[in-house]
């Protein structure tokens, strides 16, 4: 079956520091990925995606590229902010017929000033 | 921006109780979700529904679990006899078209069975 494995946290940084949150997945197909988040008290919000491989999505500074030979797809930004500290989720939609997500367990990011 | 509103934000019920939650999606939207995430596991799919039926379930969608759109802007997930193991963050979800991928999600509602 289908599943994502991202990376434990929670994760703690400091303002300005790069960010790397690690995502792999499992799938029959050929699987769109996503990066959703969660900002305290709010629902999830989609952060970006990608539909086939080698795509890039990028979005607030935010990207990840989709890996078909590594099965990953991690989430990186060059220099974050104390804004950007909330949940994210990657996420899978398995593309045959279904729009169904499966996602990981989410990544806590507090980001200190 | 349209968003997607779930109420109530936190419910407490007792075991063997019926709930009802409650979502309200972006009103051109035509495909609906629920999602529920047990505290500190992953978030994970119950159900989708389209044309006033359901396309998709899990395995967790069982005979105790039902949805209704019972009119032209709510979307409500029963569930018949709560148990212990049902409480969770439960999230609904919209989307407006089959070729257009994001689905929009409500904060959650928080359902405690006790």
């Known amino acids: 079956g289908n599943s994502v494995t991202q990376m434990e946290g929670p994760v703690t940084l400091s303002e300005e520091a790069f960010l790397t949150i690690n995502c792999t997945y499992t799938?029959?197909?050929?699987?769109?990925l996503f990066w959703y988040v969660q900002y305290p008290g709010e629902g999830l919000q989609l952060l970006l995606k990608?539909?086939?491989?080698?795509d890039k999505g990028s979005n607030k500074g935010f990207e990840a590229t989709y890996r078909k030979e590594t099965t990953s797809f991690h989430l990186e930004k060059g220099s974050v902010q104390v804004s950007d500290s909330a949940v994210y989720f990657c996420?899978?939609?398995?593309?045959?017929?279904?729009?169904?997500?499966?996602f990981g367990k989410g990544t806590k990011l507090s980001v200190i000033p | 921006e349209p968003e997607v509103t779930q109420t109530p934000s936190h419910q407490v019920t007792q075991m063997g109780q019926e709930v009802i939650l409650r979502c309200v999606p972006i009103s051109n939207h035509l495909y609906f979700y629920w999602y529920r995430q047990i505290l500190g596991q992953k978030v994970e799919f119950l159900v989708s529904?389209?044309?006033?039926?359901?396309?998709?379930k899990s395995e967790i969608f069982d005979d105790q679990f039902s949805v209704e759109r019972p009119d032209g802007s709510n979307f409500t997930l029963k569930i018949r006899s709560t148990k212990l193991e049902d409480s969770a963050m439960y999230f609904c979800?919209?989307?407006?078209?089959?070729?257009?991928?994001?689905?929009?999600f409500g904060p959650g509602t928080r359902l405690t069975v006790l």
């Open positions: 979800a919209s989307k407006d078209s089959p070729q257009w991928d994001t689905q929009y």
């Open positions: 990608a539909t086939k491989a080698d």
């Open positions: 529904f389209y044309n006033n039926e359901i396309s998709e």
């Open positions: 799938a029959t197909g050929y699987p769109s």
């Open positions: 996420a899978l939609r398995s593309g045959a017929g279904s729009y169904q997500l499966t």
